[in-house]
């Protein structure tokens, strides 16, 4: 029965029960491994060096254009900016450790978590150049995406990212997620306007996308270059 056909007493349409829901777990502080990435949770102790010698390979600071942070200056400021990110609980940042050199390469993090309403983001992405377009990379946002869908039971995992980054649209809709639409004048950073697009995967959906992305990551689908034989698409 759909939700249109669901009528309460007072013969108003009403959305279908959710059977059974329970208070969703915050995601843990506990690492994640997949066959090509670690998605460990963030500590600059030990994710520091890599990550600031990672993100330096970024010389024109491309990488920090859409985000309300970076480029940094020097090291004491971005050492300063890691701590803040490791401090918290939401965002829950982690570093996107390459499993075969053992290299913190980029970041990720889970964002504006409600574990009553089952929901949750995933932002903050910073992507080093060595990292972008990588099988790791991929494997890093599967593995998350596990997380939430499988082991915490989420209902629904959004991304969201200024409207004008182009290679984050096609991240989303390549990993699986839906467009929803744009807030217009949601915020502002660095003195600029941002509309924000808004995308989102859910719980019915996940299955499909899980499958595809194993499917994706199996080594079998990588020639001998490590090129991949065919692209990951719905």
Request: glycine residues 8%.
């Amino acid at each position: 029965m759909s939700d249109e056909d669901r009528i309460n007493e007072l013969g108003q349409a009403i959305g279908r029960e959710v059977a059974g829901w329970t208070r969703r777990q915050m995601p843990p502080r506990r690492p994640i491994v997949g066959r090509y990435t670690l998605v460990d949770p963030l500590d600059p102790s030990r994710h520091g060096d890599d990550l600031f010698a990672a993100y330096s390979e970024d010389a024109t600071g491309a990488m920090w254009t859409y985000m309300a942070y970076g480029p940094f200056e020097d090291r004491e400021q971005f050492d300063e900016w890691l701590r803040l990110c490791a401090a918290g609980d939401d965002p829950l940042f982690h570093s996107i450790v390459d499993a075969a050199t053992g290299r913190a390469l980029g970041l990720a993090s889970y964002l504006r978590i409600d574990p009553g309403g089952g929901v949750i983001e995933v932002g903050h992405i910073s992507y080093s150049p060595a990292l972008q377009r990588t099988r790791t990379a991929t494997e890093a946002m599967y593995l998350m995406m596990r997380r939430v869908f499988d082991e915490l039971g989420y209902r629904r995992y959004e991304w969201k990212a200024d409207a004008l980054n182009r290679a984050s649209a096609s991240a989303a809709a390549r990993l699986g997620f839906t467009y929803e639409g744009t807030f217009r004048q949601a915020t502002m950073y660095k003195g600029r306007n941002r509309d924000t697009a808004w995308y989102s995967m859910i719980d019915s959906e996940w299955p499909a996308r899980r499958q595809a992305l194993e499917a994706w990551l199996d080594p079998g689908s990588f020639d001998e270059d490590g090129r991949q034989r065919s692209p990951l698409g719905r």
